[in-house]
């Protein structure tokens, strides 16, 4: 069970929620894959992405 680890992370990722699962892992003193495990499972967090692109292209490339 990853009790201890999952209420680190929890703690970290509520202090700053832009951190990277790299940085996490550091912080936490655990692997990526652990974290990853943690913060989708235990946690049930996801990751999401979003970028601004110019409308144009995205009307270009959905035709």
Do not use: F, Y
Request: hydrophobic residues 35%; glycine residues 0%.
């Amino acid at each position: 069970m990853r009790t201890e680890e999952t209420e680190k992370v929890r703690q970290i990722v509520h202090e700053n929620h832009q951190l990277t699962v790299r940085s996490i892992a550091k912080q936490a003193n655990t692997d990526r894959e652990t974290i990853r495990k943690i913060l989708t499972e235990d946690l049930d967090m996801r990751k999401v992405c979003a970028k601004m692109v110019p409308k144009d292209l995205l009307t270009r490339h959905c035709l």
